[in-house]
């Protein structure tokens, strides 16, 4: 291929190989429904099948584009497979990927205001357009991460700051211990959290759950006296609004009224079962987050918006912004102080425009399509629930709140404990082998439990109801007397 040694691809081209690209996503959103959900290749069969070295001259696009289709595409596990019911959903929607498209090309960098104008500003409009569907109060300034990981890390290191702002300077040495606290089912990044910021993982403390999984705060408030009976400091408090497992809420208004009496930040992970605010009807899933100090919701999860995209909510921003916030002379500025500068709230330098997706998403659907959308995906976890419940060889094991359903297979003749957990990862591994399908699990009181989460924009009841023929004909076929060995585990998706 010859070309233009200097340069970008030329504009012909670029529109030729765009036209072209876009007409195989097209197409591969049809015929990708007849490949496996979960991909079947062996580890390492990719790296196998590319070369070692990269290529001395260039080579067409439509070439790469025909090897992505051959070597990669057999690598991909479908996430945006309407079969797709593992984890938590990850929010792909066509416009969305038009806007991830569009921000990539028009290249902007937005760690100040200066360096893109548009970014910043249409990152505060579209926050603000998400927290009025949410209803909550205008206290709340927001900012858009990566992840909802990211985002706990800065809410315990606001925290952090508020309480000891000397550490910014001096570190932690000869301070006492910061105690944080999480219920039991909280995510493991909050784990990841207290170990990044050095707080130390054995500070953390897990606070018991009732029998709806929901953390208790009678528990929370003996653990913080306890804790400063020993000398230690209570620093924050993470509720979550759809845990992970089984997407239970923690009693976050009694959990708020706790921390506002011992002086503690409150966070609520709100990452998955938080967009379920914009429905009246699910408006009490987010009772209580309008007394929180922040909050995280991931509209990448739940909303229809290609990975990665995370709401981080704080009603006190300066004080993130003061543990945060360090400008070197090659980033000083001469616009007014009232421009806010993304860079000055978190530790990362760099910001995309993340911003585009989310507006472009908002405004195709609507908050009443998007509403729509949420309304049918809990219907479908009814649905499944009820099937569930009328097997008398399977059961439901926690209350289906939004649209993930936790179940087992309960056949008879095979013991609770080590044998039905076997019974049940087999299951699983069954279904995910026929391809038409992909399911999680996790584990609740030592019992291997199947996950059925409902997310994608795609699904209709056809997969879910495919899905209840399957582990119905496949739960008969298993062979109870030789199961192999294997012990239940806890998944922990969150991104």
Same mark, same amino acid.
């Given at each position: 291929?010859?070309?233009?040694?200097?340069?970008?691809?030329?504009?012909?081209?670029?529109?030729?190989?765009?036209?072209?690209?876009?007409?195989?996503?097209?197409?591969?959103?049809?015929?990708?429904?007849?490949?496996?959900?979960?991909?079947?290749?062996?580890?390492?069969?990719?790296?196998?099948?590319?070369?070692?070295?990269?290529?001395?001259?260039?080579?067409?696009?439509?070439?790469?584009?025909?090897?992505?289709?051959?070597?990669?595409?057999?690598?991909?596990?479908?996430?945006?497979?309407?079969?797709?019911?593992?984890?938590?959903?990850?929010?792909?929607?066509?416009?969305?990927?038009?806007?991830?498209?569009? !921000?990539?090309?028009? !290249?902007?960098?937005?760690?100040?205001?200066?360096?893109?104008?548009?970014?910043?500003?249409?990152?505060?409009? @579209?926050?603000?357009?998400?927290?009025?569907?949410?209803?909550?109060?205008?206290?709340?300034?927001?900012?858009?991460?990566?992840?909802?990981? /990211?985002?706990? @890390?800065?809410?315990?290191?606001?925290?952090?700051?508020? #309480?000891?702002?000397?550490?910014?300077?001096?570190?932690?040495?000869?301070?006492?211990?910061?105690?944080?606290?999480? !219920?039991?089912?909280?995510?493991?990044?909050?784990? #990841?959290?207290?170990?990044?910021?050095?707080?130390?993982?054995?500070?953390?403390?897990?606070?018991?759950?009732?029998?709806?999984?929901?953390?208790?705060?009678?528990?929370?408030?003996? !653990?913080?006296?306890?804790?400063?009976?020993?000398? $230690?400091?209570?620093?924050?408090?993470?509720? /979550?609004?759809? *845990? *992970?497992?089984?997407?239970?809420?923690?009693?976050?208004?009694?959990?708020?009224?706790? +921390?506002?009496?011992?002086?503690?930040?409150? $966070?609520?992970?709100?990452?998955?079962?938080?967009?379920?605010?914009?429905?009246?009807? +699910?408006?009490?899933?987010?009772?209580?987050?309008?007394?929180?100090?922040?909050?995280?919701?991931?509209?990448?999860?739940?909303?229809? *918006?290609?990975?990665?995209?995370?709401?981080?909510?704080?009603?006190?921003?300066?004080?993130?912004?003061?543990?945060?916030?360090?400008?070197?002379?090659?980033?000083?500025?001469?616009?007014?102080?009232?421009?806010?500068?993304?860079?000055?709230?978190?530790?990362?330098?760099?910001?995309?425009?993340?911003?585009?997706?989310?507006?472009?998403?908002?405004?195709?659907?609507?908050?009443?399509?998007?509403?729509?959308?949420?309304?049918?995906?809990?219907?479908?976890?009814?649905?499944?629930?009820?099937?569930?419940?009328?097997?008398?060889?399977?059961?439901?094991?926690?209350?289906?709140?939004?649209?993930?359903? +936790?179940?087992?297979?309960?056949?008879?003749?095979?013991?609770?404990?080590?044998?039905?957990?076997?019974?049940?990862?087999?299951?699983?591994?069954?279904?995910?082998?026929?391809?038409?399908?992909?399911?999680?699990?996790?584990?609740?009181?030592?019992?291997?439990?199947?996950?059925?989460?409902?997310?994608?924009?795609?699904?209709?009841?056809?997969?879910?109801?495919? /899905? +209840?023929?399957?582990?119905?004909?496949?739960?008969?076929?298993?062979?109870?007397?030789?199961?192999?060995?294997?012990?239940?585990?806890?998944?922990?998706?969150?991104?």
């Amino acid at each position: 291929m010859k070309r233009n040694p200097l340069g970008d691809m030329p504009a012909e081209e670029f529109r030729e190989d765009g036209r072209r690209l876009v007409e195989w996503l097209a197409d591969y959103f049809q015929w990708s429904l007849e490949n496996p959900v979960l991909s079947r290749v062996r580890p390492g069969a990719i790296r196998e099948g590319l070369p070692e070295s990269a290529p001395e001259e260039g080579e067409p696009f439509q070439g790469i584009l025909e090897d992505f289709e051959r070597l990669l595409v057999p690598g991909l596990t479908q996430w945006n497979h309407p079969g797709y019911f593992a984890y938590f959903p990850c929010g792909f929607s066509a416009p969305g990927a038009l806007a991830d498209f569009l !921000s990539t090309a028009v !290249s902007q960098q937005a760690m100040l205001w200066r360096t893109s104008p548009a970014a910043t500003e249409l990152e505060q409009v @579209v926050l603000a357009w998400l927290r009025r569907a949410l209803g909550l109060p205008e206290g709340f300034e927001g900012v858009i991460y990566d992840t909802a990981s /990211t985002a706990v @890390v800065h809410a315990i290191a606001a925290a952090r700051h508020e #309480k000891a702002p000397e550490v910014r300077t001096r570190g932690l040495a000869g301070l006492p211990a910061f105690r944080v606290y999480a !219920s039991e089912h909280a995510h493991s990044s909050v784990d #990841k959290a207290v170990i990044t910021l050095g707080l130390g993982h054995e500070n953390l403390r897990r606070i018991p759950v009732d029998a709806e999984y929901r953390m208790r705060p009678d528990h929370l408030e003996t !653990s913080i006296e306890a804790d400063r009976r020993a000398g $230690h400091v209570p620093l924050a408090v993470v509720a /979550t609004v759809g *845990t *992970t497992s089984v997407t239970s809420v923690d009693p976050v208004t009694s959990i708020a009224g706790v +921390c506002a009496r011992e002086g503690l930040w409150l $966070h609520v992970d709100a990452a998955y079962a938080g967009a379920a605010g914009i429905l009246p009807e +699910c408006r009490w899933a987010i009772e209580g987050i309008d007394r929180a100090d922040s909050f995280v919701v991931n509209p990448h999860k739940w909303m229809f *918006t290609p990975f990665d995209l995370s709401a981080f909510y704080c009603r006190k921003m300066d004080l993130l912004r003061a543990a945060f916030g360090l400008t070197p002379e090659y980033l000083k500025t001469s616009e007014p102080s009232e421009v806010r500068n993304l860079m000055d709230t978190g530790f990362q330098l760099g910001r995309r425009f993340r911003a585009l997706k989310l507006w472009v998403v908002m405004r195709y659907f609507g908050l009443e399509g998007i509403r729509a959308r949420l309304r049918e995906h809990m219907r479908l976890a009814r649905l499944f629930a009820e099937w569930v419940d009328g097997q008398p060889n399977f059961e439901r094991v926690a209350p289906v709140a939004f649209s993930v359903v +936790c179940f087992r297979a309960v056949p008879p003749g095979v013991d609770e404990g080590p044998e039905l957990n076997r019974f049940n990862e087999r299951l699983l591994q069954a279904l995910n082998d026929t391809g038409e399908v992909f399911l999680s699990h996790t584990s609740l009181d030592g019992r291997y439990v199947i996950r059925l989460a409902v997310g994608n924009i795609r699904t209709t009841e056809a997969q879910v109801r495919r /899905t +209840c023929d399957l582990l119905l004909d496949l739960a008969g076929k298993i062979d109870t007397v030789n199961p192999s060995p294997a012990g239940p585990g806890a998944e922990r998706p969150h991104e």
